[in-house]
């Protein structure tokens, strides 16, 4: 029998679980995958939250917690923001400015999930004050942006990451990384990203209907899609050979586009993306995003957030390889994101994400969304 091929098949089995009980969900987010606790033992670094506007800071600061960073302070101008975050981590004093932050010595990151358009300049800044810095995506909204985080990240050699949540967040997307890694569909060749989301419109700031501050819908929602294209593939250089954006449903708001896709080739595979605002109401959460990723010798389809097939939960996992198909359970499998960037962080290593992965991601964002045709109303 083939070693190798034996090995691959044993590590398939391991992977195979039986029925799982289901996550706990709220308003089809879930409440409880994040919420590990912090490792024993003391702080292995100090970190501050800059800018709550949108509630992905919960998870990135969740991140860093699990990672055994310790949450020092806090800031953002909007009292709403500042109350219901210092309910969630009263460890936590709020500061009286971004100064103050800014020039505490004894922090060695910030994270922020401030407007779109305010994260990279917000990021120098952070940078130039000898921090390491973690933005929610997108970690910039503009071409010119990107450069020059490029040039200040490049000259004081912090860390500038981008934490793509689909990817690292995702217990069945962590998951199919390691399948891959190991062969089990063989070389990749493609990947199909689809990002629907639902618009919730009384919900929204004013700041999302405009587009110089969420930047466009391929820079912001698909930055997740071109991330995971970019991992499953192994590419380290991609183009962009066509894209389009519009408005087709919301000519009350002509700041939003709420249609994209993208095609994208790079040196390990090519992909395709597709992104909207789009999720009917009768689905139980706020969209079915999905990936499949196209094997040699098989593919594995993650649907996200839902199985509308009827399995509670999200993080669910198939897989086709040339035996049978099957479904994984994933329910747990290690969050490594967290853990993986404070050790970078104290060791000034790349071991969550490459540092030029990071911005590659953001500059085919960019760069579809600069180029895209318009269609629909727009």
């Known amino acids: 029998m083939d070693t190798n091929g034996r090995r691959r098949r044993e590590f398939l089995k391991s992977s195979v679980a039986g029925a799982a009980a289901a996550w706990s969900w709220t308003h089809g987010r879930r409440t409880s995958a994040q919420e590990a606790p912090a490792p024993a033992g003391p702080p292995r670094i100090r970190f501050a939250a800059i800018g709550m506007n949108h509630g992905h800071i919960y998870g990135q600061t969740q ?7 310790e949450l020092v302070s806090f800031y953002a101008n909007e009292p709403e923001l500042v109350e219901a975050f210092g309910k969630r981590f009263p460890q936590a004093k709020l500061a009286g400015s971004e100064r103050e932050i800014l020039q505490d010595p004894s922090l060695q990151l910030i994270v922020s999930a401030s407007i779109a358009s305010e994260r990279a300049p917000l990021g120098i800044r952070a940078m130039r004050h000898g921090k390491d810095f973690m933005a929610d995506k997108p970690g910039m909204t503009t071409l010119e942006q990107l450069a020059e ?10 860390i500038y990451s981008i934490l793509y949540s689909e990817r690292h967040e995702n217990r069945a997307t962590v998951k199919a990384g390691d399948l891959v890694k190991a062969g089990a569909i063989g070389r990749v060749v493609q990947t199909v990203g689809l990002g629907p989301h639902r618009v919730n419109p009384k919900s929204r700031p004013a700041w999302f209907w405009d587009k110089d501050k969420y930047g466009g819908i391929l820079t912001d929602i698909a930055s997740h899609q071109f991330d995971q294209f970019l991992f499953f593939t192994g590419s380290t250089k991609a183009d962009v050979l066509a894209s389009q954006v519009g408005n087709f449903n919301h000519p009350d708001r002509p700041g939003l586009e709420d249609f994209g896709d993208a095609m994208v080739r790079g040196d390990g595979g090519s992909g395709y993306i597709r992104v909207d605002w789009f999720t009917p109401d009768g689905l139980s959460t706020w969209g079915d995003g999905r990936l499949t990723i196209l094997g040699t010798d098989g593919f594995i389809e993650i649907r996200k957030n839902v199985d509308i097939g009827g399995r509670p939960g999200g993080s669910h996992l198939f897989l086709v390889d040339q035996k049978d198909t099957r479904y994984i359970d994933c329910q747990h499998v290690e969050l490594p994101y967290g853990k993986r960037f404070v050790d970078d962080i104290v060791n000034r290593t790349e071991t969550a994400m490459p540092q030029a992965h990071t911005f590659l991601a953001m500059e085919l964002a960019l760069t579809a969304e600069k180029n895209a045709t318009r269609v629909g109303s727009t």
Do not use: L, M, Y
């Open 63 to 69: 991140a860093v917690i699990r990672g055994g960073g």
């Open 149 to 158: 985080v490029r040039r200040v990240q490049a000259e004081t050699k912090r």
